[in-house]
């Protein structure tokens, strides 16, 4: 039985190490697209900004979520010093909340631009979204960075009694565990994510809504139209996917939190939950053209590579 376990363990850890090394890669690869085209003097559009931000963001989530979970088993005792384990925590959280906040920049920079808006503050959005969007991301980074603050909050460490050196903060795996503040977390994450995720899920319905309603119209106009058409249903699939996504992240993560799981059940959730960033990235690459088309190029140059 302790070698069944132990397997499980093994197993755990090789996928776990995989999701993070491919989360960090494949968003580092959008990041490098991007810092080239501006390096060569090409300016970035606003879809391009949010691509690298996005980029930047996901992969601190996989390097800091791999290391709150890969310290948390592997090495627990380094978070015996102070303020170690509340600084690691967050961090991930604020990766986290900054691309799901940068998410909803995305959907909502999509939306803003595909569907028309006759008048109302929507239209303004529409003509000023070049303008607007880098300040949209400035104050969704210090919504995420103000938010994750209360993770210090989130956990308290407990010692036990008589026992002096913990004061002291040596470290040590047995001078103090970390307690979850569980309505702490609830109260004050869950509704820090919704709010993103319901930005997500309105855009989302509203470009679906639009894709449907034009589609007939878009289809009897010319090329252009059928590329514009092109564009929408490229721009829905990867929102379609994004939402879904997020819902299983979320829900994923709420089920760890509430602690209602164990064995099996316990590392398959958690296994989901740091595959998030890796999937995320796939799904942004294959939405947007430019980076679909340099990832061709890097496939075929590294098959052509491999054959000599």
Same mark, same amino acid.
């Not at 060569?40 to 290391?67: E, H, P, R, T, V």
């Not at 903060?169 to 001078?175: L, M, Q, T, V």
């Not at 979850?180 to 930005?199: A, G």
């Not at 699939?237 to 164990?262: E, K, R």
């Given at each position: 039985?302790?070698?069944?376990?132990?397997?499980?363990?093994? &197993?755990?850890?090789?996928?776990? #190490?995989?999701?993070?090394?491919?989360?960090?890669?494949?968003?580092?690869?959008?990041?490098? %697209?991007?810092?080239?085209?501006? +390096?060569?003097?090409?300016?970035?559009?606003?879809?391009? @900004? +949010?691509?690298? #931000?996005?980029?930047?963001?996901?992969?601190?989530?996989?390097?800091?979520?791999?290391?709150?979970?890969?310290?948390?088993?592997?090495?627990? @005792?380094?978070?015996?010093?102070?303020?170690? =384990?509340?600084?690691?925590?967050?961090?991930?959280?604020?990766?986290? !909340?900054?691309?799901?906040?940068?998410?909803?920049?995305?959907?909502?920079?999509?939306?803003?631009?595909?569907?028309?808006?006759?008048?109302?503050?929507?239209?303004?959005?529409? *003509?000023?979204?070049?303008? %607007?969007?880098?300040?949209?991301?400035?104050?969704?980074?210090?919504?995420?960075?103000?938010?994750? =603050?209360?993770?210090?909050?989130?956990?308290?460490?407990?010692?036990?009694?008589?026992?002096?050196?913990?004061?002291?903060?040596? +470290?040590?795996?047995?001078?103090?565990?970390? @307690?979850?503040?569980?309505?702490?977390?609830?109260?004050? =994450?869950?509704?820090?994510?919704?709010?993103?995720?319901?930005?997500?899920?309105?855009?989302?319905?509203?470009?679906?809504?639009?894709?449907?309603?034009?589609? /007939?119209? *878009?289809? !009897?106009?010319?090329?252009?139209?059928?590329?514009?058409?092109?564009?929408? /249903? /490229?721009?829905?699939?990867?929102?379609?996917?994004?939402?879904? !996504?997020?819902?299983?992240?979320?829900? #994923?993560?709420?089920?760890?939190?509430?602690? +209602?799981?164990?064995?099996?059940?316990?590392?398959?959730? &958690?296994? !989901? %939950?740091?595959?998030?960033?890796?999937?995320?990235?796939?799904?942004?690459?294959?939405?947007?053209?430019?980076?679909?088309?340099?990832?061709?190029?890097?496939?075929?140059?590294?098959?052509?590579?491999? /054959?000599?």
């Amino acid at each position: 039985m302790a070698e069944e376990v132990g397997t499980h363990i093994y &197993v755990f850890y090789a996928i776990y #190490a995989a999701e993070i090394a491919v989360g960090i890669l494949s968003n580092a690869f959008i990041v490098c %697209v991007n810092s080239l085209d501006w +390096i060569n003097g090409k300016c970035l559009n606003s879809c391009d @900004q +949010i691509m690298f #931000a996005l980029g930047l963001s996901n992969a601190g989530q996989s390097c800091f979520s791999g290391l709150f979970i890969s310290s948390s088993f592997l090495y627990p @005792q380094i978070f015996m010093v102070d303020y170690v =384990f509340e600084a690691v925590y967050a961090l991930s959280i604020f990766t986290s !909340l900054s691309s799901s906040w940068l998410t909803a920049c995305l959907c909502l920079f999509y939306c803003v631009k595909i569907i028309h808006f006759k008048s109302g503050p929507l239209a303004w959005l529409k *003509m000023k979204i070049d303008t %607007v969007l880098p300040w949209l991301i400035l104050v969704a980074e210090v919504i995420s960075f103000t938010c994750s =603050f209360s993770g210090i909050w989130a956990f308290t460490k407990l010692f036990p009694k008589n026992d002096t050196t913990a004061l002291r903060g040596n +470290i040590s795996s047995k001078a103090a565990e970390f @307690q979850k503040n569980t309505r702490h977390i609830v109260s004050f =994450f869950i509704p820090s994510f919704i709010l993103p995720f319901l930005i997500v899920l309105g855009t989302t319905i509203g470009i679906m809504w639009s894709l449907c309603r034009h589609t /007939r119209q *878009m289809e !009897l106009k010319m090329a252009v139209a059928s590329s514009s058409l092109k564009i929408h /249903r /490229r721009a829905t699939g990867t929102m379609m996917g994004l939402l879904v !996504l997020y819902l299983s992240f979320y829900v #994923a993560n709420v089920l760890l939190t509430i602690g +209602i799981l164990t064995g099996a059940e316990y590392w398959g959730i &958690v296994i !989901l %939950v740091l595959a998030f960033s890796p999937v995320k990235s796939v799904l942004l690459i294959l939405g947007n053209s430019k980076l679909k088309q340099n990832c061709h190029k890097l496939s075929h140059l590294m098959l052509c590579k491999g /054959r000599h």
